[in-house]
């Protein structure tokens, strides 16, 4: 039986990879939880055999997770499971200690297909990665401003070109409105950008929203 434990702060896509999985045969859901707060409190009690995690999380991120995650010896196999396309976070995820990146628009045969292969200690890797993946091998180093950017400001840039207000955001991801402006005045000086205008123009014409 492969034991799952659920990570995303939205309960409505909780309750939907519940109600796939559990219809699988070998599969139950060992626990359920909202933030890496939460999923502490419940690893603190229960195991599980593959973690599934979003990226978007409030506080502390799904990548934040997964680091935090490597520290610890008996550390489960994670998945992630994210909105966000494979050429923004997948290898990010990756290099981060995640088995395998599926994205949520998947159909629901794939999600179950990577949680089987991760659980049998196998990384999930799709067709998308894996052309990515040499893409990488073969492409130069990076030029484009948002490719320099940490995990958290790529997060900010794509949720201000979005139209997202800064108070918005910090309440999302749980931080200070002082510190989401320190962020919006760094994403400005690194991109070379004045506005969220300019911000909203460069992630619309690189694909990033």
């Known amino acids: 039986m492969i034991r799952l434990i659920l990570l995303d702060d939205h309960a409505l896509i909780r309750r939907g990879m519940r109600d796939v999985l559990e219809a699988e045969a070998g599969m139950t859901i060992a626990g359920e939880a909202g933030s890496h707060e939460e999923l502490q409190a419940l690893m603190a009690t229960t195991s599980c055999d593959v973690l599934v995690l979003d990226i978007n999380l409030p506080g502390a991120s799904g990548l934040d997770v997964l680091a935090a995650l490597q520290q610890r010896a008996d550390g489960p196999r994670t998945l992630v499971v994210s909105m966000y396309p494979e050429d923004q976070y997948a290898v990010k995820a990756l290099r981060a200690g995640a088995w395998g990146y599926v994205n949520k ?28 993946l040499v893409e990488r091998l073969v492409a130069p180093a990076p030029t ?37 402006s320190v962020y919006r005045a760094r994403l400005l000086e690194k991109m070379k950008l004045s506005t969220n205008a300019e911000m909203a123009h460069y992630a619309a014409k690189h694909g990033l929203l």
Do not use: C, F
């Open 105 to 132: 628009s998947a159909d629901s045969a794939v999600l179950v297909e990577a949680i089987r292969s991760v659980a049998q200690g196998r990384k999930y890797i799709s067709p998308a990665i894996a052309a990515l």
């Open 144 to 180: 484009l401003a948002h490719e320099r950017l940490s995990e958290r400001e790529l997060q900010m840039l794509v949720m201000i070109a979005q139209g997202q207000k800064l108070a918005d955001i910090a309440l999302q991801l749980d931080l200070s409105p002082k510190t989401v």
